[in-house]
């Protein structure tokens, strides 16, 4: 399982401070941050701790088995930033 970031982020990167894995980018001082909709988890590194549930303001981090249906697609936007 993964926690998964969806639209509603405002990329005030406070989820980031709190990760233990750092598993969530991009990150301000990386590449990729100024174009970037909205900040996501990397499924293969996400340890499910929810320390990042309560960092955001916008609720916008779900458990990957609670999104709901009309955010489902942000599962797959979520893992296609760490493909490549
Ligand atoms: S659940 Fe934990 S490991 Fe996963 S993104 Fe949130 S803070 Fe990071
Ligand atoms: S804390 Fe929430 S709004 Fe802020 S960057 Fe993380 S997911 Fe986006």
């Known amino acids: 399982m993964a926690y998964v970031i969806t639209d509603s982020c405002i990329k ?3 989820c980031v401070d ?5 598993c969530i980018h991009p990150k301000q001082d990386e590449p990729g941050f100024e174009e970037a909709k909205q900040l996501f988890v990397d499924p293969a ?4 701790c929810g320390a990042c549930i309560p960092a955001c303001t916008s609720d916008s981090i779900v458990a ?3 999104v709901p249906e009309d955010k489902k697609q942000f ?3 979520n893992a296609a930033h ?3």
């Open 12 to 14: 005030d990167s406070l």
């Open 45 to 48: 590194e996400c340890i499910d």
């Open 64 to 66: 990957v088995d609670d």
């Open 82 to 84: 760490f493909k490549n």
């Open 75 to 77: 599962i797959e936007t």
């Open 18 to 22: 709190v990760c233990p894995t750092d």
